[in-house]
């Protein structure tokens, strides 16, 4: 069964960077698209980033392009959120996605104080 471990997350003030990883483990992560979602309590999951299975194309919601960007590195089954710029809008418990499917890991909280 596939597994999602996502850390890197703290507190920050606002304008830092900080960078959130996800370990994947128990699929090939090679042929997995990839996803970034987060969620503020009594709100919705949102879509934050995706990244195709090899790295070549990546899409963002409006409110993070210029400012976040997803990497992976499939030799060590690992995707990434580098994120700069951080507002206090960003706070939210960050959680990575395989294929869009409606799976989770524990997530990690990113809490950026103004």
């Known amino acids: 069964q596939i597994q999602l471990v996502e850390s890197g997350g703290r507190l920050v003030q606002a304008g830092e960077s900080l960078r959130l990883s996800c370990a994947v483990s128990?699929?090939?992560?090679?042929?997995?698209?990839m996803g970034w979602f987060r969620q503020v309590p009594g709100k919705n999951r949102e879509f934050v980033a995706v990244?195709?299975?090899?790295?070549?194309?990546?899409y963002y919601t409006d409110s993070v392009k210029g400012r976040f960007t997803i990497s992976r590195d499939n030799a060590k089954n690992t995707v990434y959120l580098q994120m700069n710029s951080l507002k206090p809008e960003d706070t939210a418990v960050y959680y990575c996605n395989y294929n869009y499917r409606n799976y989770w890991g524990k997530g990690t909280l990113v809490t950026v104080s103004s």
């Open positions: 128990g699929y090939t992560f090679s042929s997995l698209t």
């Open positions: 990244i195709t299975w090899n790295g070549g194309t990546t």
